[in-house]
């Protein structure tokens, strides 16, 4: 299956899901409060996708780069609902994925 097929074939659940998980890897490099980092990793712990993504998937998601983090930044700017649904668009995720090749193999990883 194609990259183009992966990213039109899995759930914006997972698209959302998993750029989040990479902003989220990205903020835990920072010099961050001790509670922040905490839940951090308690959201990561939980955010599996049934079938989808799964602990292994996570561990595989590398953290955003400075070009994502800057769309990411943008994005924000429209809302929380606004923003996770700008990620879950194919054309946006494919961005992403551009930016940070782990989005995909998180899949590959989690269908193991």
Same mark, same amino acid.
């Given at each position: 299956?194609?990259?183009?097929?992966?990213?039109?074939?899995?759930?914006?659940?997972?698209?959302?899901?998993?750029?989040?998980?990479?902003?989220?890897?990205?903020?835990?490099?920072?010099?961050?409060?001790?509670?922040?980092? #905490?839940?951090?990793?308690?959201?990561? %712990?939980?955010?599996?996708?049934?079938?989808? &993504? =799964?602990?292994?998937?996570?561990? *595989?998601?590398?953290?955003?780069?400075?070009?994502?983090?800057?769309?990411?930044?943008?994005?924000?700017?429209?809302?929380?609902?606004?923003? #996770?649904?700008?990620?879950?668009?194919? %054309?946006?995720?494919?961005?992403?994925?551009? &930016? =940070?090749?782990?989005?995909?193999? *998180?899949?590959?990883?989690?269908?193991?």
């Amino acid at each position: 299956m194609s990259v183009t097929d992966e990213i039109i074939h899995v759930s914006r659940g997972y698209r959302w899901t998993a750029v989040y998980v990479s902003i989220v890897k990205r903020a835990l490099q920072d010099n961050i409060p001790d509670e922040y980092r #905490l839940a951090y990793l308690e959201w990561l %712990d939980r955010c599996h996708i049934d079938g989808q &993504l =799964n602990a292994a998937g996570i561990a *595989a998601i590398q953290p955003m780069c400075d070009a994502g983090d800057e769309i990411y930044r943008e994005a924000r700017k429209l809302g929380t609902k606004k923003c #996770l649904d700008i990620f879950a668009e194919c %054309d946006v995720f494919r961005s992403f994925v551009a &930016l =940070n090749p782990s989005l995909l193999t *998180a899949l590959e990883v989690s269908r193991r």
